[in-house]
């Protein structure tokens, strides 16, 4: 009783597992009684018992089994999850129910099988049951297939799938258990109830005893179909049907279904193919050409008995069939034809649609052996042609039939129709099309004039069959000449004939056909596989349905159709008849006047002749006798042009009102051809024609125009005929016309002498090509090269414009022509049937067995040669017949070749093949096209595009509808290679969406498609995944989910998952184009649906004319509702019309109080999902959906949650709109807002991305304006997603990330930032390493140690693991970062980053050595500011070598400018912190801020009281940053950051705009020192415009050339003005200046640009920019550009030879300016530079070269250098790893032997001189740069007054100047210019005093242009010096101490970095406008500006003051 007490306390779950079996009874009860208690079937408590079920079926003790099974059972019939356990649960009553003694058990167990079949598992439960037939115990197989007999009884064929029932039948019926034997028989008689004969042939091998016996019970069965008693639980509909009609007692609803069940099962499906081909005797190849007929009797008797097998493997049966074919075509014996014709009945009835690639080669032969008259031979063709015709189309063999319709043998003809008539009842009105039947009835209408009674039998059996099938009203226009009596006989045919009904063959033919319509049709809407479905499968495709509604507008046109016919016949009236009929109706006068000989008489008569015409009825008026009248003397001969004109008139009113024939027309037309070319009655001659042509159909009219036309001599007629025919074609249209013989009538026009009658014929080929396109041009390809000229010339002309709509024609024949073109299956038929005009050869007799069997050889080189012969037997024919011979079997074999060559080869065969067939080229597609595919496979590449080429080719001729049809696609696809794959899929995702309608064979293509979605190859599986959407566009979503619910449980939820991704992205079917014309307006509403819809996708630019109309005509109000629902449906653009937009009006963002707080809460407590994923699932976009539906507009949502990333795109731009104005709201919503973004962080569309990064920086700059602080949550939900994008392989778009992560700073604490950074560099993505260690280190430069979390310790210790990451850019990301902290704390770091092994620490040692060369410690020399040049100009080098070396250098260039100018503009910022945020919309503000000169005294004052402190404390850089000063200058730099990525937009006037503001900064002083850091990024936006501007904007006609000029001229504008500011220009690395100068060279030579309107003047300033880039970069930079930029254009083909020789005349321009510039030079890296020149062009290779210039240019820049450097130069080799790689080592050493000894003395007195020779070098340098600025400004338009002003007063002051040097290069206009310029000053300044522009600065000979000097030896010499002398030295300190906005010069000591920067400070203040463009610009302005005011009202307290403060700065860096 302890135990029971024990377990009685368990819960009941606890209790069902427990080890005592009455527990676990216990348990099973009170789960019965709870699952009966349990109401929802979603309830969580059924999951508890999930894993248990099994254990209540499987229990060991048989009374607890028994409970159990009863409340498993209760469980599978009400829990939701219950399907979960199918398997294991079935599997448990297989093996240890059905097996236990007890009925009930065993009861119980059945019942849960049928239970799980009704949830929806049958498939699951039926493999199980089956997989229990193979058991062991007798009991359990009885038991099994006394549930599957059960299963199938209850839920039918339709649920139970019998083909692997059937499939195990003869087993169990072979069983020694007699129990399992009945229980078998009970089995199939149950499934003969729902297939009936179906299961005979798989049962036909059982024991004959057991097969009687299941005769005899077969025959005591109903004959009524048997109905579904049970339905599944989605079929609740069908049993509320069912039970309505079972209380009702009636059997109605019972046929349809009885029909539905039968068409389910095909017997073909239920065999197992058996393989035959490797069964074939041995030598049956050489027995079947024996020459003994018992030989090959024998041969044929063995395939005879292998091909009885009713189902047959696929293989290759090529040559099988060839022999059988042989033997039909040649062999004498008729009984061993008979045998042949049964093998391959046989075969193709084996094969079924996979024999189709054989048909077309049989079918000839069979035709053609219907010669034999016995019946036995013919009755065996006959089997052998039907069987044939199901396992293809109509279509295919029509060309053969054809060819033999017209044969002289009778019985050939006859049969052929017979055929025909046969095949015909198995064909519908789809199948069967006008295109198709055509040609046929023109056939039997010849045949039914034949003189042999069995061909017109035959014929009128056909004629009746193909009425019977498609109709009366569409046979009865091929009709319309037949007598009567025949009329009738084909009628009584009709009615005689029985048609195959489609689901069970009915009648018609004898038994033999019974069998073949039992076989072939079953499968059409099953599988598809057998011969009947391309017949049968178009009514269940799209065109189905659309046709019907065709002939609904078609009957008028047939009933006006009629009365034409009957007319175009009419009996030709005598004169007298004419004229009683005429005298009835006009009046007597007109009568007799008309013969008149008075021409006014005749006048008067002709008017009361068009007054009776007028007014006559239709009814009445006799149009042939009225015509006759008109002809009658003098006719057509009249010689007054009034008479004629009225006439001529008057055919046209008889033509338009009456009902005009043929035969009327055939009266006048004469007349009025011969009138057509006169001058006078022309005009009314063509009125007449062409209403002629309105009532008898131009197609005729035309014809009979021009061929009489061109039976007269006259040329004008010709001419005028020509034209007025190019004019009715544009009218009426190009629906019927007789191509053929128009194109033989232009010929002979276009050999015409008669000018005129040329230009006219070559006018109507341009109105034919309209119609025909390109083909049309084939006709003419044989003329003479002039004349085709002239042809080309016409055609071009009429390229890109569209045919006009026809205004003529429509009412009578249009309509009808209309239509039939639109009935045609193939969409570009139009194209086939200009195809079909051209001339074809028939080279059959050509390819002749010996040249097939050297194809076939066994030696590449004949096997070569063989096709040669062929491409030139084809390339000689050019067009060719469908008949090639054995061609196909040959080229096939060649596919396969081994050879990839003749692969090759074979492929450019078959695509000459496509073009030269043409249409026709669609009876090769089985036998030949699918082994192109085949191809597809190969592991070459190459050979794989040559396929996939020729594959286009194929179907540009055959459309795709046949590639489609059967299984070869599908079988394709099963195989397992990953190359054929992805090619098939990629094709057929192009190829499908373009297609109107498919066969339903594409259905077959769906498993193999499922199983690729799981290949192994990623590639496979993501062209799976493209494919997916284009299938369901035509085979609709639901079909394509049911084919998913086969695959295995795992396979199918991914499936599924996919299908409803692609169900967003399926495009929208295409409508049939025909169809969209003639349809009605009430039916076009719903057509456009789709069409608008999928313009939403695809915008097809065929279809943008159907939807555009809709908002038009939305005031009509009966397409309103309809058009609604289909914007719920689908959000049809179209119908966003007026409620949209007052809608979108209001505001998009709606404030809900506390619903953030809300949703933080409701996740913190589970209630719903938290944001955390890896990629987004659906589950959490739903959650996100419902929840921003309180927050958003409800338009906006449905943008943001569409499928259309251009509506993300839409929505975005319109958030970006209003994001200011409702950024309440917006903050309100963050949450939602961030989230939504970060879902398209998974997009892989970069639009979309670029537009949200522009969302997300603008949002973070209004939240730091705001001061809003993020909250955890919206950080966690954003900031971890936004990292993974700081690792995109675009550099723009990581750009961009790093912009928003710098401003997510300000908004979001930095030390929480830290560590999801930290997270971010364990991703795999080594740019994303590399990025976030970079932000990291970033961090810690920004704002100290203490933003390391959790610890710095550990922090530091998790950085340096990177160190040994195998990625460089992350090792060297996590070194920077290292010495980030190093920089911050010091030698601390060591300890803080623990161990590191030997190789990491020497990295990390190096790597912090450098840093120290690269950046001084602060503490050392704090004056110095982070943008010095290093004292050592090599240094220079060192510190931008990596950027400068690495390839990819932009890349580089972005992510250290990001670097470098954080920590340089926090410290400007500190310097300058009144600089506002948004500094381009503020400038005003930014400009007052920094005071005008005049009142300088007193902000001189302020500001150094400002900054006296922070410059007492020289460590600040070791320190953190404070974040006021980092978010002011990040608002500064990332709006810079904005307007510079602005300038590269390929909108022009956006880049106009940006480069509008950059110039209004770089144009004031004192702001322009804000550009300082961005230089790099500015010159990379610019040099990339350049290149849009070059390659894009130059070359679009569309656009303005004034307004590219004016793009032009802001770039330019705006380098000039960078470019005068040394500071600024000094920045620009090499690599951006080597991009920018080869863009500006470029635009010197864009010839374009001369032929813009002031396109000199603007190759003028880029000459000056060039000089003025040469003269103010960085030389070493410059230099090095110049050489990298030569070498690369020597290398370069492609290149202009100009090109390197400008580049060259500004280095021979760098190189005069050597002597100056030589200090400032890193010669170490320039020799670099030449050594790697030297490389690539040794000294021989650059006298190869056309040009000397290059070599010379080099040899003087070394010679150059050496001269100046002497010796000394082979010291600055370090830098080359190996010197013996070049010559310039070895060159060097000579020019410095030869130099020697100037060389030693120039040292000596260099060393003697010291310092001193070192400043007047520094001195000469200066007035050489002086005088170049102001000749530079005399030589500009704007400045030469200036110029000459200040040439003027240098002269003055330094009278001894030599100007000789500055005037040796000019012209002599330019030196009398000077001159005179210079003598008109001077006369002006005549008598007055001469004007001082400055008195400050003592002028006293050199001393004057050295300050810097005395300056730094004040305290020496104790000079006394005056304010502004004071005022500029504390400015220079100010400077040093990194205080002031501009930084030093270069990167030297104090004393020669300050004497050229302040003796160019002095110049300026001799000149007087030289302070806007020239100088070192910021600081120097400055100066200038403030010395005026200084000295004039400086009081000596003012003088004292300074005094002080200069001694306080000196004694602080002491």
Request: aromatic share 6%; with cysteine.
């Amino acid at each position: 009783m302890g135990d029971d007490s024990e377990w009685m306390k368990l819960p009941t779950d606890q209790k069902c597992e427990h080890k005592i079996w009455k527990a676990r009874l216990n348990g099973y009860e009170e789960a019965l009684k709870l699952f009966q208690r349990i109401q929802d079937e979603k309830s969580p408590e059924w999951g508890k018992y999930l894993g248990l079920i099994k254990r209540f079926v499987t229990d060991s003790n048989a009374v607890a089994q028994l409970k159990g099974l009863e409340a498993a059972f209760v469980y599978v019939e009400n829990a939701h999850v219950a399907s979960k356990t199918t398997g294991e649960v079935v599997s448990g009553v297989v093996g240890k129910v059905f097996n236990q003694p007890k009925a009930r058990a065993k009861e119980l167990g059945t019942d849960i099988c049928l239970m799980y079949i009704e949830i929806e598992k049958a498939e699951v439960v039926q493999d199980e049951l089956i997989k229990g037939l193979d058991n062991k115990n007798p009991k359990i197989v009885v038991a099994c297939i006394e549930t599957l007999r059960k299963a199938l009884c209850e839920f039918g064929s339709k649920i139970i799938t019998l083909k692997p029932v059937v499939k195990v039948l003869p087993k169990l019926f072979e069983s020694r258990e007699k129990a399992v034997r009945d229980e078998a028989k009970l089995l199939a008689v149950e499934i003969y109830r729902w297939i009936r004969d179906a299961l005979r042939p798989p049962l036909q091998n059982i024991n004959s005893v057991q097969l009687k016996e299941l005769e005899e019970e077969w025959v005591k069965l109903p004959t009524s179909a048997p109905k579904q008693t049970r339905f599944l639980r989605s079929q609740q509909d069908l049993k509320t049907k069912f039970e309505q009609q079972q209380a009702a007692g009636g059997d109605k609803a019972d046929c349809d279904y009885e029909e539905e069940t039968e068409v389910q099962v095909d017997a073909y499906e239920l065999l197992e193919a058996v393989e035959i081909l490797s069964k074939l005797p041995k030598d049956f190849y050489e027995k079947i050409e024996a020459k003994k007929w018992q030989e090959r009797k024998e041969a044929l008797e063995a395939v005879e008995a292998l091909t009885k097998n009713p189902k047959l493997e696929n293989g290759d049966y090529g040559d099988l069939v060839r022999a059988l074919k042989k033997v039909i075509g040649k062999d004498a014996n008729v009984m061993l034809v008979s045998m042949a014709a049964k093998c391959l009945a046989a075969l193709a009835a084996g094969l079924r649609k996979k024999f189709g690639t054989y048909a077309v080669h049989v079918v000839p032969t069979i035709l053609e052996k219907f010669k034999e008259k016995k019946p036995q031979v013919v009755q065996a063709l006959q089997e052998a042609i039907d069987a044939v015709f199901f396992t293809t189309t109509l279509q295919n063999i029509s060309e053969d039939v054809l060819a033999v319709m017209d044969n002289k043998n009778p019985s050939i003809k006859q049969q052929a129709s017979l055929f025909l008539a046969r095949s015909f009842r198995h064909c519908t009105p789809s199948t069967l099309p006008k295109s198709v039947l055509k040609p046929f009835c023109a056939a039997f209408l010849k045949q039914v004039n034949d003189s042999a009674p069995e061909v017109r039998d035959a014929a009128f059996e056909a004629l009746g069959t193909a009425m019977k099938v498609v109709g009366e009203k569409a046979v009865n226009p091929f009709l319309a000449d037949v007598e009567k009596l025949k009329l009738d006989k084909i009628k009584e045919c009709a009615d005689k004939v029985e048609l195959v009904g489609g689901k069970k063959g009915g009648g018609g033919g004898g038994e033999k056909k019974e069998k073949q319509a039992a076989k072939a049709p079953p499968p059409v809407e099953a599988s598809a596989k057998p011969s009947g479905p391309p017949k049968k499968a178009p009514p269940a495709k799209a065109p189905g349905p659309p046709k019907k509604g065709k002939p609904a507008s078609a009957p008028s046109g047939k009933s006006k159709k009629a009365p034409d016919t009957k007319e175009m016949v009419e009996t030709e009236l005598s004169l007298e008849v004419c004229e009683e009929k005429a005298a009835a109706v006009l009046p007597a006068s007109c009568m007799q006047l008309l013969d008149s000989t008075n021409w006014k008489e005749r006048l008067a008569s002709m008017e009361e002749f068009q007054r009776a015409v007028e007014q006559m009825d239709k009814s009445e008026m006799p149009c042939q006798s009225l015509v006759k009248m008109l002809a009658k003397k003098p006719g057509w001969k009249e010689t007054n042009f009034q008479v004629m004109q009225m006439k001529l008139h008057i055919v046209g009113l008889i033509a338009q009102k009456g009902s005009f024939s043929k035969t009327s027309a055939l009266v006048v037309l004469d007349g009025l051809v011969d009138k057509i070319g006169d001058v006078k009655c022309g005009s009314n001659a063509k009125e007449g024609l062409t209403a002629i042509g309105e009532a008898c159909s131009l197609p005729w009219t035309a014809e009979q125009v021009v061929s009489l036309a061109f039976a007269q001599k006259n040329p004008k007629n010709q001419a005028e005929t020509l034209n007025w025919l190019a004019n009715a074609m544009k009218e009426f249209g190009f629906a019927g016309i007789n191509v053929k013989a128009f194109i033989n009538n232009v010929k002979t026009a276009l050999g015409a002498t008669n000018p005129a009658v040329r230009t006219s014929a070559i006018a109507l080929l341009g109105v034919m090509y309209l119609y025909m396109g390109a083909p049309l041009r084939m006709f003419f390809e044989d003329e003479k090269p002039a004349l085709l000229l002239q042809i080309d010339a016409e055609f071009e002309k009429m390229q890109g414009q569209t045919p006009p709509a026809s205004i003529r024609g429509t009412k009578k024949t249009g309509v009808v022509e209309e239509r039939e073109e639109a009935e045609e299956e193939e969409v570009d038929c139009g194209a086939g049937a200009i195809m079909d005009l051209l001339p074809r050869t028939d080279i059959s007799d050509k390819i002749t067995s010996d040249m097939v069997s050297k194809i076939g050889d066994k030696n590449w080189k004949i096997r070569k040669e063989g096709l040669d012969e062929v491409t030139a037997v084809i390339s000689e024919a050019k067009f060719i017949q469908a008949n090639i011979g054995e061609l196909p079997m040959a080229l096939k074999g060649r596919l396969n070749d081994s050879n990839k060559i003749l692969v090759q080869q074979t492929l450019g065969i078959l695509q000459q093949i496509a073009t030269a067939i043409g249409p026709a080229l669609k009876q090769h597609v089985k036998n030949l096209g699918f082994s192109i595919i085949t191809v597809l496979g190969d592991s070459k590449s190459n050979v794989r595009a040559a396929a996939m080429t020729t594959l286009n080719a194929w179907v540009d001729q055959t459309g795709m509808k046949e590639w489609l049809e059967g299984e070869d696609l599908s079988e394709e696809l099963k195989k397992e290679n990953p190359f054929l794959r992805q090619e098939v899929l990629g094709w057929l995702a192009e190829k499908l969406p373009t297609m109107h309608t498919v066969p339903a064979d594409l259905m077959q293509c769906v498993p193999p498609l499922y199983a690729c979605l799981e290949d192994r190859s990623g590639d496979v599986r993501k062209k799976a995944q493209d494919a997916l959407p284009t299938f369901m566009m035509h085979l609709s979503y639901e079909k394509m989910s049911k084919a998913a619910g086969k695959l295995k449980p795992a396979s199918k939820d991914q499936v599924i998952g996919m299908l409803e991704k692609a169900r967003a992205l399926m495009p929208a079917k295409l409508a049939a184009p025909a169809k969209a014309a003639a349809s009605k307006p009430g039916s076009s509403a719903p057509v456009s649906k789709p069409a608008s819809a999928r313009t939403r996708n695809q915008t097809p630019s065929e279809d943008f004319g159907e939807p555009e109309p809709k908002p038009d005509t939305k005031k009509t109000k009966p397409a309103g509702p309809a058009a609604k629902k289909g914007v719920v449906g689908k959000k049809l653009p179209v119908k966003a019309g007026v409620k949209d937009e007052e809608d979108r009006s209001g505001a998009i963002f709606i404030l809900v109080p506390n619903g953030k707080e809300q949703r933080i809460k409701e996740e913190k407590t589970l209630k719903i999902l938290k944001w955390n994923f890896v990629t987004p699932r659906d589950e959490y976009v739903e959650q996100l959906k419902t929840q921003m539906s309180t927050c958003l507009a409800k338009w906006l949502q449905d943008e943001l949650f569409h499928f259309d990333f251009q509506r993300h795109v839409k929505a975005i731009g319109v958030m970006i709109e209003r994001l200011e104005a409702e950024s309440e709201a917006v903050i309100g919503s963050l949450d939602l807002v961030l989230k939504w973004f970060t879902l398209r962080f998974f997009d892989t569309n970069t639009s979309v991305l670029m537009k949200v990064l522009e969302f997300l920086k603008l949002l973070f700059t209004m939240l730091s304006r705001k001061n809003y602080q993020l909250n955890d949550y919206e950080a966690a939900s954003f900031i971890p997603y936004l990292i993974l994008k700081v690792g995109e392989s675009k550099d723009v778009v990581r750009k961009d990330v790093r912009a928003i992560l710098t401003m997510l700073c300000k908004v979001y604490a930095a030390s929480k930032v830290f560590p999801l950074l930290m997270d971010g560099t364990k991703s795999k993505n080594s740019k994303q390493r590399s990025e976030c260690l970079e932000e990291l280190g970033c961090l810690i430069e920004n704002f100290g140690m203490n933003v390391c979390q959790p610890t710095p310790a550990k922090a530091l210790k998790e950085i340096a693991v990177h160190i040994g990451d195998r990625d460089t850019t992350v090792r060297n990301a996590a070194l920077n970062t290292v010495v980030a902290a190093y920089n911050t704390c010091g030698e601390q770091v060591f300890k803080l980053i623990g161990n590191l092994s030997e190789k990491e620490m020497s990295m990390l040692e190096e790597r912090i050595k450098r840093s120290a060369k690269k950046t001084p410690a602060p503490a050392a020399k704090p004056e110095r500011t982070q943008r010095e040049q290093p004292t050592n100009p090599n240094a220079t080098f060192l510190r931008k070598a990596p950027q400068e070396e690495v390839p990819n250098k932009l890349k580089i260039m972005y992510r250290t400018y990001r670097i470098q100018a954080r920590a340089q503009n926090a410290q400007f910022e500190q310097s300058a912190p009144s600089i506002p945020k948004e500094f381009q919309l503020d400038l005003d503000v930014f400009e007052n801020n920094h005071t005008c000169a005049s009142d300088i005294p007193d902000l001189v004052q302020h500001k150094l009281d400002e900054v006296l402190e922070p410059v007492m404390i020289p460590e600040r850089k070791m320190r953190a940053v404070s974040p006021h000063f980092d978010d002011m200058h990040n608002s500064t730099a990332s709006t810079i950051n904005f307007v510079i990525s602005q300038v590269a937009s390929g909108d022009m006037n956006t880049s106009i705009q940006a480069l509008a503001q950059i110039d209004e900064v770089l144009r004031q002083a004192d702001k322009a020192e804000a550009m300082s850091g961005h230089i790099d990024q500015f010159l990379i936006a610019t040099f990339m415009q350049l290149r849009l501007i070059y390659n894009t904007h130059m070359a679009d006609e569309r656009l303005d050339k004034k307004d590219i000029f004016k793009l032009y001229s802001c770039i330019i504008g705006n380098m000039l003005s960078l470019f005068s500011m040394e500071n600024l220009a000094r920045e620009a690395s090499m690599g951006v200046l080597k991009d920018l100068m080869h863009g500006l060279i470029t635009l010197m030579l864009d010839s374009r640009v001369e032929d813009i309107e002031d396109g000199q003047q603007l190759i003028r300033s880029v000459n000056l920019l060039v000089v003025r880039v040469l003269e103010k970069s960085d030389q070493t930079n410059i230099l090095s550009a110049l050489l990298v930029l030569l070498q690369d254009s020597l290398t370069s083909t492609a290149g202009s030879p100009m090109f390197s020789e400008l580049v060259m005349k500004c280095l021979w321009r760098m190189i005069r300016f050597l002597p100056q510039t030589i200090n400032s030079i890193n010669l170490d890296r320039i020799l670099l530079d030449v050594h790697n020149f030297m490389k690539v062009f040794p000294k021989d290779k650059l006298k190869q070269l056309k040009s000397d210039v290059p070599h010379r240019t080099l040899k003087t820049l070394l010679h150059t250098l050496c001269r100046l450097t002497g010796a000394k130069i082979l010291e600055h080799m370090s830098m080359i790893e190996n010197r013996n790689e070049s010559e310039l080592e070895a060159h060097l050493r000579r020019v410095v032997k030869h130099s020697v000894n100037l060389s030693g003395l120039k040292s000596d007195k260099s060393t003697e001189k010291g310092a001193l020779r070192s400043d007047d070098k520094v001195i000469k340098a200066k007035v050489s740069d002086i005088l170049s600025e102001i000749f530079k400004k005399i030589g500009s338009k704007e400045n030469t007054k200036e110029g000459l002003t200040e040439l003027y007063e240098y002269k003055q002051k330094y009278s001894d100047a030599d100007l000789e040097p500055f005037l040796r290069n000019t012209s002599q206009f330019f030196q009398s210019y000077v001159e005179r310029g210079l003598r008109m000053i001077e006369s002006e300044r005549e008598g007055k005093g001469r004007i001082q522009t400055s008195t400050v600065i003592p002028q006293h000979s050199t001393d004057s242009y050295l300050p810097s000097s005395s300056s730094v030896s004040i305290s020496s010499n104790g000079e006394d010096l005056n304010a502004a002398a004071y005022y500029e030295r504390l400015k220079i300190l100010r400077q040093r101490r990194g205080l002031e906005n501009s930084a030093p010069e270069e990167d030297r000591p104090p004393l020669s970095s300050l004497r050229p920067s302040v003796a160019s400070s002095t110049d300026m203040l001799h000149s007087k406008l030289s302070q806007l463009k020239e100088s070192r610009e910021h600081f120097q302005q400055e100066q200038s500006q403030s010395d005026r005011p200084t000295r004039s009202s400086s009081p000596a307290s003012n003088l004292d003051d300074l005094k002080k403060r200069l001694e306080r700065i000196k004694s602080n860096r002491q």
